[in-house]
Nanobody, 125 residues
């Protein structure tokens, strides 16, 4: 069973920065698209950003210009650089990945959609 392991969350002051990372545990062939989502207390989970296998990125308006998503295909890892953080960014952040377990799965575009367990980001003075 493939799982995603996130790290990098924590407490930061307004205006500060954090970098989250996410990678699969266990052996896989590759990752297609990656995404980051977040859920603030009392709110539904919302989209933050995603990056395709070709490196194309999209962002929610609320984070555009402050957050940067990137990926390291050799390490099967995705990063979320969060700058100029605001109290409104406080949430549990989740990564999501399209996992290709084997080369045959990749050729056939058969992937598992896997979510991370979430990492808490708190922006407060």
């Amino acid at each position: 069973q493939v799982q995603l392991v996130e790290s990098g969350g924590g407490l930061v002051q307004p205006g500060g920065s954090l970098r989250l990372s996410c990678k699969p545990s266990g052996s896989i062939f590759s990752v297609g698209a990656w995404g980051w989502y977040r859920q603030a207390p009392g709110n539904p989970r919302e989209y933050v950003t995603d990056i395709t296998s070709e490196g194309r990125t999209k962002y929610a308006d609320s984070v555009k210009g402050r957050f940067i998503i990137s990926r390291d295909n050799a390490k099967n890892t995705v990063y979320l650089q969060m700058n100029t953080l605001e109290p409104e960014d406080t949430a549990v952040y989740y990564c999501k990945a399209q996992i290709f377990r084997t080369r045959a799965d990749s050729v056939g575009n058969r992937y598992l959609e896997v979510w991370g367990q979430g990492t808490l980001v708190t922006v407060s003075s």
